[in-house]
């Protein structure tokens, strides 16, 4: 019995990563925008340290959210492998909107951090919280996941395990991440071959 875990993406999944192109990135996204009270500073700004520990408590839910890409030698397929070295601090993103913060700087902003494409090194998705939205009592949530790792029900399913109806929600212990061997290259070759007889 093989000690290593992967799955393979679908032939869908997989298309929207050959898609993919230089000017074509094929993940998608959201900006929300929310009342910074619960997640408040006493400096008024967002206590990104529990936001990153509100998360970090679901993540067992959403296994995908800490695994990567790999590729099968010579067939060039994607398979999916526990990542690591997941590092939790490379998929949360802190930052602040130039003033006045209004809708046109969230556009622009939000543009900016979409145009660049996932880093496939890494699992493919990214939060932005973005402090200074005009008023100042808000900030903006940007979500960017890519298309080979979520449908329209995922998405929803998604929103499900990272919101909270209550604006307090106790946020639980998070559960030990324990990545699962991943095949060598070898490994791989061998299961692409027994596949094919």
Known sequence: MAGYTYE????QDASFLWAEGANEPMHVGAVAIFETEPLGT???GVDIAQFRRAVESVLHWIPRYRQKLAWIPFEGWPIWVDDQQFELGHHIQHIALPRPGGPEQLKEMAARIHARALDRQRPLWEMWVIEGVEGGDQFA??????HCMIDGAAGADLSQILMSPSSRPEIGEPVPYMPRPAPTSLELLGDSVGRRW
Do not use: T, V, Y
């Open 8 to 11: 393979r993406l679908s032939a």
């Open 141 to 146: 949530l940007l979500n960017k996941i890519h």
């Open 42 to 44: 006493p400096q008024g």
